[in-house]
């Protein structure tokens, strides 16, 4: 298909169907993007969103249907007819080669920089500059790619994008990784660039698909259940639309029953993978029946903290107690057998043993304890016992006990997480993102099986970049920045915009500056 | 998905893979000049007609069972052990020289014995790659790969030197082989006149105590569970640098538990080349066999039909046996493209519609398919 540079004035999409073994994913989508509009995509996990995307971006054939531009019928074989056409789509999760220059980067896709064994790098340069100034969107070309914040990374997205001539833009989930004040820029940036093309923005955070978009389609389980203005809907109000039933989140009442000191840190001091102090003297405590929150955008040292935590990672300096027992670089072993509970970041790789049955990973950390084995063998029975248990408790949804966990879904996957720590009775809970890239039917459920655990009252520490979910949740909030907690706010303290400052590293006031140094 | 597709979709891309490695094969034999029905015909069939090709396969698979069992292991714990070669070789080593040092020692007492060095020689030469895998984190396919030729070096300058049979020295031929075993070192034949012994039995019985160890035991889920994923064995407290060191001893214990047999019931004494690429055969049979006891016993038993046909081709058609190295090369390509292919739901979702829905089906559908089709037939 030859490039053309006529201008999208109408996206259509007729009766679009993809099915997928066992499910359909996409189940005869009609939607239509008309000129200059913002069009939200909204949806749970799993509803089809991204595969719909990608038949528009020419990576899937539709089983049914057709994509129209301006009226005419197209066909897209691969991602090269999309581009061809003017469809550009910038990832959720980036798509930049980090030990690379931005303009070598944006470089890479573009064709006619390519002069047989010379590249046109300032060529390069000149068109990434005349894109930066028409969009306002300021980038430093031979910054390299690991140099850039998340924020400046999605802006280089963007500008390669619309330097391989993008006239319609597809974005899919691009604030899962930014600050709110990132956020806030990115959704006037894009109020822009909509006076020049059409965008549609994947996102199921509701509060900004009223903010930016115009129009608002709700995808479940592969079909459309709602098309209409985004003006005059509230977030309440598509929530339910795109859960099926009324969402609300629990909240943490703060009434205080809090008991001793249980989970301490003191002055900790933790080395990153590359060598440097990602920890640089933490300390907190979180007292029985308590939830402290960590803010803090990812990288600023949370995985550090929580490696450590978990014995997985060396304490160079500093102590870690539970109950005044010291668990300083004390095995993982030791420190399960302690009463620490966990709930991994990477909920795949770290939280269970994706080819092993449900019914084994609801024993991965207690296989050899006196409950599930007999000498050196496996009790059988009780396994499959706690395994029917749990199951009933916890709702785990799967065709049998038997089968492989990894090919559950990310909620059901984090209920078998969830299901083994909290049967551990444990006395403190560490949860990493417990909820990240959860549909709201599971954040809810999570949610609650947290303010449960807190009730008993087990200390709990919740590492979190999502603000609702740390101002529902928890009983005080640190914020973590450059491997530092600049402070630690009560409930009543913590407003979006103070903890969205302190994320970015801004400390309000200057006397709280002086007094800390 | 319907589990009557799955299967009809399964036993399809079986079928598939089969006949993929046949035809690899086939290339080979026309290339040489071969009747390619005919020496099928002998390989597959001639050594199945008497009581002494069925005996002789058995012998063949002893030593294949026994070296699979222990890549299963290692395999599965997340070691890929490619030094059972050397691990034979340093079994047959320990046992021949705990044998001949013991002549006197009762045979009830003496085979236990010589057997248990025999698989200890074996363990402690794969605890060498384990540990520096363990501890230092250096690639077990290096330094197995590279334990091979150093165990080779080994075996050859003791047969050569200090364990050479004295006899070899006077009547100066000096063949390096080892003196031959006392008879009470012996593993004892099951037929006579065949040589087919009581290792057959010991290789099935560790067979099923290797399913037991591996499915039934808290060791051996710990050591699937550091295998399958180490990041969450680490999470779940299982110590992963010692479940390796573990399998790869136990892999080494059965490399070096097929040496001991093949010495003590085949050959009797040690010579050079009594291994005979099991080491290598053996992690095709356990590749074949889904590294579970359960498929390796078949499995060896097919490829000691191939080793026993190739080696008959040679006789009856005189095509070189290194033939059984082409189809095992072949098997292996075929197991491997199959394996994606089963684990792909997608080629898996086409098969269904294509095939078994295929009236309701749109008729712009088909263009599609005929592409899909054809990428198909490429890979």
């Known amino acids: ?517 | 998905m319907k589990t009557s597709t799955r299967v009809a979709y399964v036993s399809l891309v079986s079928c598939v893979a089969a006949l993929a490695a046949v035809g690899i094969g086939a290339i080979v034999l026309v290339i040489l000049g071969a009747d390619v029905v005919q020496t099928y015909k002998v390989i597959l069939t001639e050594p199945l007609k008497d009581l002494f090709g069925i005996t002789e396969v058995l012998v063949r698979a002893v030593p294949l069972i026994l070296v699979a069992l222990g890549i299963a292991i290692s395999f599965r714990a997340g070691i890929l052990n490619i030094g059972a070669e050397g691990q034979i070789q340093m079994g047959i080593v320990s046992a021949t020289a705990v044998a001949l040092a013991l002549p006197n020692v009762p045979k009830a007492i003496l085979v236990p014995l010589v057997l248990l060095s025999g698989a200890a020689g074996g363990a402690l030469w794969a605890s060498i790659a384990g540990y520096l895998r363990a501890k230092l984190g250096v690639n077990e396919i290096l330094s197995t790969v590279m334990l091979n030729y150093i165990a080779v070096q080994i075996y050859g300058y003791l047969l050569r030197g200090p364990m050479i049979d004295p006899a070899e020295l006077q009547t100066g031929s000096g063949t390096p082989q080892s003196m031959r075993l006392p008879r009470s070192a012996w593993i004892d034949r099951i037929i006579p006149g065949t040589r087919l012994h009581w290792g057959i039995v010991l290789a099935v019985v560790l067979a099923i105590l290797v399913y037991i160890f591996l499915w039934r035991t808290t060791s051996g889920f710990k050591l699937r569970a550091a295998g399958a994923s180490a990041k969450a064995a680490r999470y779940a407290g299982i110590n992963v640098e010692s479940s390796l060191l573990f399998a790869m001893v136990l892999a080494g214990a059965f490399a070096g538990l097929a040496g001991a047999v093949e010495v003590t019931a085949v050959h009797r004494r040690a010579i050079e080349g009594i291994s005979s690429g099991y080491g290598f055969s053996g992690i095709v049979v356990a590749l074949f066999g889904g590294l579970h006891p359960g498929g390796i016993i078949p499995a060896a038993a097919f490829f000691g039909v191939l080793l026993v046909g190739t080696d008959m081709t040679q006789r009856i058609l005189s095509i070189p046996a290194n033939m059984v190295s082409v189809l095992q090369g072949a098997v292996i390509l075929s197991i491997i493209s199959a394996k994606m292919l089963i684990n792909d739901p997608y080629a898996m979702e086409k098969f269904e519609r294509r095939f078994l829905h295929f009236k309701g089906q749109p008729v712009g559908q088909r263009a599609e398919d005929e592409e899909s089709r054809k990428n198909e037939a490429k890979r």
């Open chain 1, 1 to 517: 298909m030859a490039p053309t540079h006529e201008k999208i004035r109408e996206l259509r999409v007729e009766g679009i169907t993809k099915r997928f073994p066992g499910i359909v994913a996409c189940n005869s989508i009609d939607l239509t993007i008309g000129e200059n509009e913002i069009l939200a995509l909204v949806g749970e996990n799993g509803a089809g969103k991204t595969t719909l995307m990608n038949i528009l971006m020419g990576l899937y054939q539709p089983d049914e249907g057709k994509i129209f531009i301006n009226g005419r019928p197209v066909q897209f074989k691969g991602p090269a007819d999309a581009f061809a056409a003017g469809i550009g789509m910038v990832h959720q999760h980036f798509m930049l080669v980090p030990n690379m220059t931005v303009a070598e980067n944006i470089a890479l896709g573009l064709k006619e920089s390519h002069r047989y064994f010379r590249l046109d790098l300032p060529g390069v340069k000149k068109r990434i500059a005349e894109i930066s100034e028409r969009y306002k969107l300021p980038v430093q070309p031979d910054a390299y790619v690991w140099q850039l914040s998340v924020g400046e990374q999605q802006r280089v997205e963007l500008i390669k994008t619309l330097c391989f001539g993008a006239r319609f833009l597809i974005l899919d989930e691009p604030t899962s990784a930014l600050t709110p004040q990132e956020t806030d820029e990115l959704i006037a940036l894009l109020k822009r660039m909509a006076s020049d093309m059409s965008i549609i923005f994947i996102s199921h955070k509701l509060a900004e698909v009223t903010a930016l978009s115009d129009k608002v389609a709700i995808l479940r389980q592969g079909s459309i259940v709602f098309k209409g203005t985004t003006a005059g809907q509230t977030a309440a109000g598509l929530a339910a639309l795109m859960t099926g039933h009324e969402v609300v989140l629990p909240r943490n009442a703060c009434i205080d029953g809090y008991g001793n000191d249980c989970l301490v840190v003191q002055d900790l001091y933790v080395k990153s993978d590359r060598g440097f102090f990602a920890l640089d003297g933490v300390g907190f405590s979180v007292r029985s029946g308590e939830i402290l929150g960590l803010a803090g955008v990812s990288g600023n040292g949370q995985k550090e903290l929580a490696d450590a935590l978990a014995g997985l990672r060396r304490v160079e300096k500093g102590r870690i107690s539970l109950m005044g027992v010291d668990l300083t670089n004390r095995s993982p072993r030791e420190i399960i057998d302690a009463g620490l509970g966990y709930i991994p970041e990477d909920r795949i790789n770290e939280g269970i043993v994706p080819s092993f049955s449900i019914k084994e990973n609801l024993i991965l950390k207690d296989v050899a304890s006196p409950k599930f084995s007999r000498g050196a063998f496996i009790k059988s029975r009780e396994e499959a016992q706690n395994a029917a248990l749990l199951q009933q408790q916890f709702d785990i949804r799967c065709s049998s006990l038997n089968s492989m966990t990894g090919a559950l879904s990310g909620g059901n996957i984090q209920k078998v997480i969830l299901a083994r720590e909290l049967a551990r009775e444990p006395k403190a809970l560490i949860a990493v993102y417990p909820t990240r890239g959860l549909d709201m039917g599971a954040e809810e459920f999570i949610h609650t099986r947290l303010l449960e655990l807190r009730a008993k009252g087990v200390a709990i520490f919740l590492i979190s970049e999502e603000l609702d979910e740390l101002m529902n949740l928890c009983d005080r909030i640190a914020v973590i920045f450059k491997g530092k907690i600049l402070d630690i706010l009560t409930r009543r303290e913590a407003t979006r915009p103070t903890l969205g400052l302190l994320m970015a590293g801004i400390r309000q006031g200057a006397e709280k500056a002086a007094v800390e140094g």
